[in-house]
């Protein structure tokens, strides 16, 4: 028993590919001894290759069985070393698998995937945002970085962890920044400055532009004064923090109703939304499309960042246009086509 015992531990702590071999050589080598002492039993190598794996599986099916004693006592090899050798292939994948799982939990596997969106700094506001990408895109891949050492949303498969300094290479390589859609930046709140918040998303976004520039860049400015900053390294858009909560609370309470119209217009889960059309070539101009889209049961409200357009009805719809609509989902997709 001892020796059993000692032969085991040796055997568990070989690597899976030395494991994998051993189990190959030790089937293929058991099938030809097996047809070497039965041929007339199992008629050809195959025969006794299915026999051997019905064997060390223990189904045994008893369509083929060894009827010499030379065979039988073969059978009661394979009953003590192939079980046992099965068994410590299943017993490494499902080791295999734990540590899978346990590396998710903390953050240590890379990302493989396309077109995913990347949130750094995880807070209330990251899962928030996690629950809007999701209502918008049920689909859509998530990557979380943070430095905490643990997943904070493990319960859900889209989403991804990678724990560790979003500044770093590194770091930003493991959660597939080149092949991302979109990164948005998150203020980290557990420091106390808010210029030293605003540095540190600094940091990142440079990183970020600097090895995948082709990446959509938000990031979540803490202090009006640092703009300029963040338009230098080349950021497609920022948020200043609490600046759009301050101006919803004064909205409402000095439009009654106000915020409700446009807490609508900031989640994908109640009520219209912004979505962007493709331009329709038979508009001439932005009063051809306000109308042919009123009609659809839509709202042209802009092109571009100007919604001044209701006062440019007759002027002409340039090439580069890109137009916003106020409307529902179903709407939308009738219109998209």
Not at 38 to 44: A, C, I, V
Not at 118 to 140: F, G
Not at 202 to 222: F, G, K, N, W, Y
Not at 322 to 337: A, F, M, Q
Request: glycine letters at 8%; hydrophobic letters at 45%.
């Amino acid at each position: 028993m001892h020796f059993l015992l000692r032969i085991s531990g040796k055997l568990m702590a070989l690597k899976k590919k030395t494991i994998a071999l051993m189990i190959l050589c030790f089937v293929v080598l058991s099938a030809t001894i097996a047809y070497t002492l039965e041929p007339g039993t199992f008629n050809n190598w195959f025969n006794a290759f299915y026999w051997v794996m019905t064997t060390m599986s223990t189904v045994g099916y008893g369509d083929f069985f060894a009827k010499t004693f030379s065979g039988k006592l073969f059978t009661i090899f394979l009953y003590i070393f192939g079980i046992g050798l099965l068994s410590l292939v299943i017993g490494k994948v499902v080791e295999a698998m734990g540590e899978i799982q346990r590396r998710r939990g903390a953050g240590t596997l890379s990302f493989h995937g396309k077109n995913h969106v990347l949130l750094i700094n995880w807070s209330r506001k990251t899962q928030a945002a996690v629950d809007e990408i999701l209502c918008y895109d049920p689909k859509c891949r998530i990557v979380i970085i943070d430095e905490i050492g643990q997943h904070p949303l493990e319960q859900m498969e889209q989403v991804h962890f990678i724990s560790g300094d979003a500044s770093s290479d590194d770091i930003l390589l493991k959660a597939g920044i080149g092949e991302a859609r979109a990164a948005i930046v998150f203020g980290d709140n557990r420091i106390d400055e808010a210029s030293l918040i605003d540095g540190k998303s600094l940091l990142i976004v440079s990183s970020i532009e600097r090895i995948a520039p082709q990446v959509h860049t938000t990031v979540e400015i803490m202090q009006e004064k640092n703009i300029k900053n963040f338009r230098h390294v080349h950021v497609n858009e920022f948020v200043l923090s609490h600046d759009a909560i301050s101006r919803l609370a004064v909205r409402s309470a000095l439009q009654e109703g106000n915020s409700e119209v446009i807490s609508q217009l900031l989640s994908r889960q109640h009520g219209d939304d912004i979505y962007e059309v493709p331009r329709n070539p038979a508009w001439r101009t932005y009063g051809e499309a306000f109308q042919d889209l009123l009609l659809q049961g839509a709202t042209l409200i802009s092109d571009h960042s100007d919604m001044g357009i209701n006062r440019k009805l007759d002027q002409p719809i340039p090439a580069d246009a890109r137009l916003y609509i106020v409307t529902d989902e179903e709407t939308y997709r009738r219109i998209k086509g």
